[in-house]
Structures are given as C-alpha cells and as structure tokens.
C-alpha cells in the first residue's frame, strides 16, 4: 500500500468543545479525514462530513488498521491516498488532451487566416500564386501531406 507522505492535525470549532480530534492526512484538504480521540472505537474512525461538520463513519466492525485506529474499506487512509492519487492522475490527462486539442485548434485558425491572406494577394494581383502557397505551405508543414 502507498503510504500518504504527511499529515497535520486539524480541529474544527465542534472539536474544541467535545475533546475529538480529527487528523488530516496527504497535507491537503482530499486527504484521509479521521478521528483520532472522541471517537466510538466499533465504529468506523473514518470523519464523513456532514454538511456543517465532521462525523464518525457509522459503519461496524472495520477491518483495516493504519496507526492503532481501525477503518472500513471506504475510509482506509492509505486506500483514499491512492483513489486521490488516480482521480488526479485522470484529471491531469483531461486536462493535457483539451489542451492538445485547443492548441490544435488554434494552429488551424492561423493557418486559415494565412490562407485567406494569400488568396487575397493573390485576387489582388500577386504574379507568384505558387510562390505564396509554398511559402504558406513549408510554413505549416507537418498538416499537409508531403510531395512523393
């Protein structure tokens, strides 16, 4: 298992007053949440956030261990680390393929207009027709295929 690199502690206003502290580990704020005292030891250490704050995971008999806490398949820290890890690795290769492709778009747009220029000069009376299209051509010559 992929061991998360940090952690810190963090403790929320709720936590303050009832003695609980929740731990945070992969130094971001995806990482593992999980109580580390204040917590029903037959449950779940897991925190599920519950739309003002943290609570325990209500889930019975965990079955995995990671630092003298126990945890169920959802919330095992190292298991979260590595979903996380995937989630970003899939978003990092969305993000390079709409790149790719906006790039791409954008050399199309260029090329057009230098198209749309030297047929311009062209209808103006430019006496190297051929001329501009090679030179528009060698320009972008990795679109268009080549002579044999």
Same mark, same amino acid.
């Given at each position: 298992?992929?061991?998360?690199?940090?952690?810190?502690?963090?403790? $929320?206003?709720?936590?303050?007053?009832?003695?609980?502290?929740?731990?945070?580990e992969?130094?971001?704020?995806? +990482?593992?949440?999980?109580?580390? $005292? +204040?917590?029903?030891? !037959?449950?779940? /250490?897991?925190?599920?956030? +519950?739309?003002?704050? *943290?609570?325990q995971?209500?889930?019975?008999?965990?079955?995995?261990? *990671?630092?003298?806490v126990?945890?169920?398949g959802?919330?095992?820290?190292?298991?979260? *680390?590595? @979903?996380?890890?995937?989630?970003? /690795?899939? $978003? !990092?290769?969305?993000?390079?393929?709409? =790149?790719? =492709?906006?790039?791409? $778009?954008?050399?199309?747009?260029?090329? @057009? !207009?230098?198209?749309?220029? /030297?047929?311009?000069?062209?209808a &103006?009376?430019?006496? !190297?027709? &051929? +001329?501009? /299209?090679e030179m528009?051509?060698?320009?972008?010559?990795?679109?268009?295929?080549?002579?044999?």
């Amino acid at each position: 298992m992929i061991e998360p690199a940090d952690h810190e502690y963090a403790e $929320s206003e709720y936590g303050k007053k009832s003695g609980r502290r929740i731990r945070t580990e992969g130094g971001t704020s995806k +990482g593992a949440k999980y109580f580390i $005292s +204040g917590h029903d030891p !037959d449950l779940c /250490a897991g925190a599920v956030y +519950g739309g003002w704050r *943290h609570h325990q995971c209500q889930r019975n008999n965990p079955k995995y261990e *990671h630092r003298g806490v126990l945890f169920c398949g959802t919330h095992y820290p190292p298991k979260v *680390h590595e @979903r996380n890890l995937a989630r970003q /690795a899939k $978003s !990092d290769r969305e993000y390079a393929e709409r =790149r790719r =492709r906006r790039e791409a $778009s954008e050399r199309r747009e260029r090329l @057009r !207009d230098k198209a749309v220029e /030297a047929l311009r000069d062209i209808a &103006r009376g430019n006496n !190297d027709p &051929r +001329g501009l /299209a090679e030179m528009i051509l060698t320009e972008y010559d990795d679109e268009w295929p080549k002579e044999q």
